[in-house]
């Protein structure tokens, strides 16, 4: 297998839903969908489909009456084995030509193209999202697998080193070993293939143990990254909870490497649990993790403050608030802080909500019913500690429902501007100066995104140097990053700052070995 010669890396084009033909395309998609839907999932484990005892039941959380599939859950033993096959094959997949590592991502971003209506709607379907959210979702993913198969490419070539006299002077990049890769649940494809194929494309071989609250998702992936020609034992599918099944697969003495993106509570326990040495274990474990974010964005008085409130309710409120990058906390000039209010609740309130599958929805059901009572929990601490702006109410709909809400008047202690919630629950605080916004958004453990509305080029210049986050945004809303253009990852407590979708990050995957040949 050759791979083709590359073009220079685009983005994948949206779809516009607002026309009536996309619209109608998705609809049928989700219809299609819908008659495969309570299906039996199996684990893949040493090139095999492998049962098990216990089923995993995924639901719709528009409407959690409906199965999406079962999926068979893992255990120790079946984890431990994982890795075991995962090991026993990286010497084979190490050494399998590049060219023929990188045209498996380019047929896999093929096979999502052509199957892009369909995969939206197990989005649609399993995580509850908009048809653009997973429209975004999708092509997310299409770009991880091009933009990696061209960085590999490069890494494959590297830039000359400098030669000393009489010898050959080179340094090539080797891949690590058994990768373990921890998706997450809201980005159910994008993450998820992101984080898989960046591994593989390096020559190690994963073991993918998807969120329980999206399998179907994964197990669909699996099937794809098959039929692009991976080979049966360089990926093992793993599914199982995090007691068992994640910290086998984190502390077992093979595991070379694990790719996490979650909370910052299991981000911190699998650092701790990987640090640790057991028996048997030759190398200090390579952890990757993307561990969430209290994100804000700083109002000042010289804004375009319509275009502010678009940003900040756009932010906030995009599939509900469940994104690490989304804006949970507005930090608003005391100038115009009281129209500032004004625009966003208006905002807010025209917001639709409802199933997901209905186009016409704007904000669809959170993810499952302990995050729906986890958010209820703090929208009633937050009416506390601040002034109830709009939302805050109960939708009368069957599935998992939480009404975007805004939350005025927050002081910097309050738990709801300190603490990640993960919810459509928004924090206003009022700032009495430009300097004094930039304190309030770097108290925070966080350091994910962030977003400053200012026509001041000073200020721009200020907020650049002293807003301490790993993506930053000027002008413009603080979700929405594009592989090759937005490089991922935050400081602090948001995680290690691995830049996903950028040049660098294929080097979280790889180890340099210096070679020098005495020549003459």
Known sequence: M????????????????????????????IAAVRGELGRNYHNWIAGRAVRAGQWLASVNP??????????????????????????????????TP?????????????????????????????????????????????DFCEYYARQMLRYASPEPIVQMPGEKNEMVYLPLGVGVVIPPWNFPLAILA?????????????????SSETPIVAAKFVEVLREAGLPPRALALCVGSGAEVGDTLVTHPKTRFISFTGSREVGL??????????????????????????????????????????????SAFG?????????????VHEAVYGPFLDLVKAKTEALTQGPADDPANHCGPVISAKAQQTIAAYIETGKREGRLLTGGGDLAENGYYVQPTVIADVGRSARIFQEEIFGPVLAITKADSFDHGLE?????????????????PANLEKARRHFHVGNLYLNRKCTGAMVGAHPFGGFNMSGT?????????????????SIAEKIG
Request: overall charge negative; proline content about 4%.
């Open 269 to 314: 326990r699998i650092n701790e649990l990987a640090a640790r040495p057991v028996p048997g274990c030759i190398w200090i474990k390579r952890v990757v993790a993307e561990m969430g974010g209290k994100d804000a964005i700083l109002v000042n008085d010289d804004a375009d403050i319509d275009a502010a409130a678009s940003g900040v309710v756009a």
């Open 98 to 142: 590049v060219a023929d590592r990188v045209a498996i991502l380019i047929e896999t971003a093929a096979i999502l193209r052509r199957r892009k209506a369909e995969f939206n709607a197990w989005l649609i379907l399993e995580s509850g999202k908009s048809f653009a959210e997973a429209e975004a979702d999708t092509a997310e993913a299409i």
């Open 319 to 331: 599939f509900q608030g469940q994104k690490c990058s989304a804006c949970s906390r507005a930090i």
């Open 497 to 513: 700052d691995s830049k996903a979708g950028g040049p660098d990050y294929l080097l979280q995957f790889l180890q340099a070995k």
């Open 194 to 210: 992101g984080t898989t194929v960046a591994a593989l494309v390096c020559g190690n071989t994963v073991v993918l143990k998807p």
């Open 2 to 29: 050759n791979a083709p010669a590359l073009p220079a890396f685009a983005n994948e084009a949206y779809a516009d839903f607002t026309l009536p033909a996309n619209r109608q395309r998705q609809l049928e998609a």
């Open 440 to 456: 309030l958004v770097n108290d925070s453990d966080y350091g994910l995104t962030g977003a400053v509305y200012t026509r001041n």
């Open 62 to 95: 528009s409407q959690p009456s409906e199965i999406i599939g079962r999926h068979a859950k893992a255990d120790a033993a079946q984890a431990a084995l994982a890795v075991d096959d995962a090991h026993a094959f990286f010497g084979e997949w190490a050494f």
